[in-house]
Structures are given as structure tokens and as C-alpha cells.
């Protein structure tokens, strides 16, 4: 038996396990993708979870530092 022959056999049967091969990449790329973008969002949500108590955080310690400066201003106002 050749070569030839033996790829005339085997033909059908090399080509659709090239295509299940494919098919199977194409599968895992997609999961991969779908995988990152998962954790994207993940990471997006923690994240913004973090940052609502420092946001909250600054707009409390402008609203105290305000406070300081008009009770300075108050008792300067008193004084003079």
C-alpha cells in the first residue's frame, strides 16, 4: 500500500478531525473571552464597592473641614 493510497483512505477521516480540532479552538477562544470579560466585571464591581466609602470619605472630611473654617470664622467675628 502507498502513501497515496492511505491518504486516499484516511482523507475524510484527517480532514474531520483538522475540523473537529478547529472547532474545538474556536470553542476554547471563546470561552477564554468570555472568562476575561467575566472577571472584568468582577473586578469593575469590587472596585466601585471600594470606592463609594473613599468618595463618601472625602465628601465627609470637606464637609468637616468646611465646618472648621466657619466656626473659625465665627469666633474671629466674635472676638473683634
Do not use: F, H
Given at each position: 500500500?502507498?502513501l497515496?493510497?492511505?491518504?486516499?483512505?484516511?482523507?475524510?477521516?484527517?480532514?474531520?478531525?483538522?475540523?473537529?480540532?478547529?472547532?474545538?479552538?474556536?470553542?476554547?477562544v471563546?470561552?477564554?473571552?468570555?472568562?476575561?470579560?467575566?472577571?472584568?466585571?468582577?473586578?469593575?464591581?469590587?472596585?466601585?464597592?471600594?470606592?463609594?466609602?473613599?468618595?463618601?470619605?472625602?465628601?465627609?472630611?470637606?464637609?468637616?473641614?468646611l465646618?472648621?473654617?466657619?466656626?473659625?470664622?465665627?469666633?474671629?467675628?466674635?472676638?473683634?
Open positions: 500500500m502507498s497515496r493510497t492511505t491518504w486516499v483512505c484516511c482523507g475524510p477521516a484527517v480532514s474531520s478531525t483538522l475540523e473537529n480540532l478547529a472547532l474545538r479552538k474556536q470553542l476554547l471563546a470561552r477564554s473571552g468570555l472568562c476575561r470579560l467575566r472577571i472584568r466585571r468582577e473586578i469593575d464591581s469590587v472596585r466601585d464597592k471600594l470606592a463609594r466609602p473613599a468618595r463618601i470619605m472625602a465628601y465627609a472630611s470637606s464637609a468637616a473641614l465646618a472648621r473654617l466657619a466656626l473659625m470664622a465665627i469666633k474671629l467675628v466674635r472676638r473683634s
